[in-house]
């Protein structure tokens, strides 16, 4: 799966967070606004690019590495998590089904925009599904919210602080289970207000589903408090065991290791 974001859309995320405009990026960086705007553009060049990141607060090594293609996560991923992707416009967007293999007891983790392909693995895995979990409210991660309650009859849940028509609410820190998996909810706002980050906590799968908090080599959109978010993320996503798979909104799985050490916004 290609990364959701490139090094010139990690360069511009850094620049709109910290509200800087691009000829105050650049006096900052000793570069002329022409060789900003040519990376934010796509146009890499490695010394302006490595200038550009030290003054957004990236670490440059990390960006060359996303811009170059040496960043490759490659995680190991047991086979009772699957990634279900959808097409909203012209992007793509994760859903993710988790179960136990021996009860078959499962959990579904946002909906993307088509029902069927959940469906199917539900219905080939012979799954029962407890619970649907929405990591954020925006409308390509629940399309399809309502036909999956449907078919299911499965409970759905939101958050408080973003509650979701038809759902129940739940708070940080509330505590499920899906067979031997157990699910802890954990609040990371900053792409939304209600942004959420679902742990998984099991002898056989330990992972993170976070939704748009956090992308393989860069971040979701932050749309308020730029450094809290950041924050946050180290906080409450980056501070789990090292092997840790992380399963984006968008994009592909990763781990909290691989961010520490290769993510510009965190290594």
């Known amino acids: 799966m290609p990364l959701e974001d490139n ?3 990690v360069l ?3 620049l709109r967070g910290l509200e800087f405009t691009e000829t105050e990026a650049a006096r900052l960086a000793g570069l002329d606004p022409e060789q900003v705007r040519a990376l934010l553009d796509g ?9 550009l990141a030290r003054a957004l607060l990236l670490d440059p090594e990390a960006l060359v590495r996303l811009a170059s293609g040496r960043y490759q996560p490659e995680p ?8 279900v992707t959808s097409t909203f416009g012209d992007m793509t967007v ?3 089904v988790l179960w136990d293999a021996e009860c078959r007891d499962a959990a579904i983790f946002d909906t993307g925009t088509e029902a069927a ?3 199917e693995i539900i219905a080939k895995e012979q799954l029962n599904p407890l619970g649907i979990f929405l990591t954020h409210n925006h409308p390509d991660h629940i399309q399809a919210l309502d036909e999956l309650k449907r078919e299911l009859g499965a409970e759905a849940w939101s958050s408080e602080f973003e509650h979701v028509r038809g759902t129940n609410a739940f708070r940080p820190g509330d505590l499920f289970n899906a067979g031997c998996n157990l699910i802890r909810s954990r609040h990371t706002p900053g792409h939304s207000p209600g942004g959420t980050t679902f742990v998984i ?10 939704g748009d908090a956090l992308f393989a080599g860069s971040v979701g959109g932050i749309r308020r408090d730029y450094p809290e978010a950041l924050s946050t993320i180290r906080r409450e996503i980056l501070s789990l065991p090292g092997g840790t798979i992380l399963c984006p909104g968008h994009g ?11 993510n510009p916004f965190f290594a």
């Open 76 to 83: 190991t991923c047991p086979a009772t998590l699957v990634t």
């Open 94 to 96: 994760n859903a993710y």
């Open 43 to 51: 146009n890499f060049q490695e010394t302006a690019a490595r200038a």
């Open 252 to 262: 592909p799985l990763t781990t909290v290791e691989y961010e520490k050490n290769n």
């Open 117 to 119: 392909p959940i469906l």
């Open 12 to 14: 511009g995320k850094a």
């Open 201 to 210: 906590e099991s002898k056989i799968v330990i992972a993170a589903i976070v």
């Open 7 to 9: 090094f010139a859309d």
